[in-house]
């Protein structure tokens, strides 16, 4: 069974912090997707990252796909109030290309003004 | 198209009464997802459907679960004889094969509280 496990599961800090969030697997991943979901709300895609070692930057969020395809890492520069909730990570497994994502438990942020 | 629609937002029903709830996709898309969150977890995959068939169905998906897609457009998701631990929160998405069958849209979900 494929597994995907984020740490921390909570973090919270002050506004202008820096952040990383770590998602990481024995499996290996064909491409490996960030979503962030406030409240009541479905999960929102952030990027997908598909190649090993690929990095993709969004503003202030750099996202890292482990050589391996393993593992993956979110970072946050200066993170803002704004940036407060949940972060998933989810994988697709091997060859997979049906929408059939495996999720990780999600880190929640809370970014203090 | 103003993305993934689901309804109803909330539904408290009483342990053995059954609910439906609907989930209308973006228009272009033919693949369908149902996924299931539970508080202080990651989405779990239930099923998903291409155009109007079932493609792969959750060993988590007990038998008291139907979902459909009759006309490979809007899709419903049944719970027979609901329990306590069905309670959750039921999320569709939708994708479409050309853009990548794992870029999922997903709509705002469905929260059951099964008393």
């Known amino acids: 069974t494929q597994l995907l496990e984020q740490s921390p599961q909570f973090l919270s800090i002050q506004e202008g912090e820096n952040l990383t969030v770590y998602c990481n697997s024995s499996s290996v991943f064909s491409s490996l997707q960030w979503y962030r979901q406030e409240p009541g709300e479905g999960p929102v895609l952030l990027v997908t990252?598909?190649?090993?070692?690929e990095v993709k930057k969004l503003k202030r969020l750099t996202f890292q796909f482990g050589d391996a395809r393993k593992d993956s890492s979110l970072h946050i520069t200066a993170a803002q109030p704004g940036d407060t909730g949940l972060y998933l990570c989810?994988?697709?497994?091997?060859?997979?290309?049906?929408?059939?994502?495996?999720f990780g438990q999600g880190t929640t942020l809370q970014v203090k003004p | 198209d103003t993305g993934v629609s689901q309804d109803p937002r909330h539904k408290i029903t009483k342990r053995g009464q059954n609910v439906t709830f609907r989930c209308d996709p973006i228009?272009?898309?033919?693949?369908l997802y149902w996924y299931r969150q539970t508080l202080g977890q990651g989405p779990e995959f239930l099923t998903y459907?291409?155009?109007?068939?079932?493609?792969?169905k959750s060993r988590l998906l007990s038998d008291r679960f139907s979902a459909e897609r009759p006309k490979g457009s809007f899709s419903t998701l049944e719970i027979q004889r609901t329990e306590q631990g069905d309670s959750a929160m039921y999320l569709c998405?939708?994708?479409?094969?050309?853009?990548?069958?794992?870029?999922?849209?997903f709509g705002a979900g469905s929260r059951l509280t099964v008393l």
């Open positions: 998405a939708s994708s479409q094969n050309s853009l990548g069958a794992n870029v999922l849209t």
């Open positions: 228009s272009e898309h033919n693949r």
């Open positions: 459907f291409q155009n109007e068939a079932q493609l792969e």
């Open positions: 990252v598909v190649t090993g070692g």
């Open positions: 989810a994988g697709a497994s091997g060859s997979s290309n049906t929408g059939k994502l495996i």
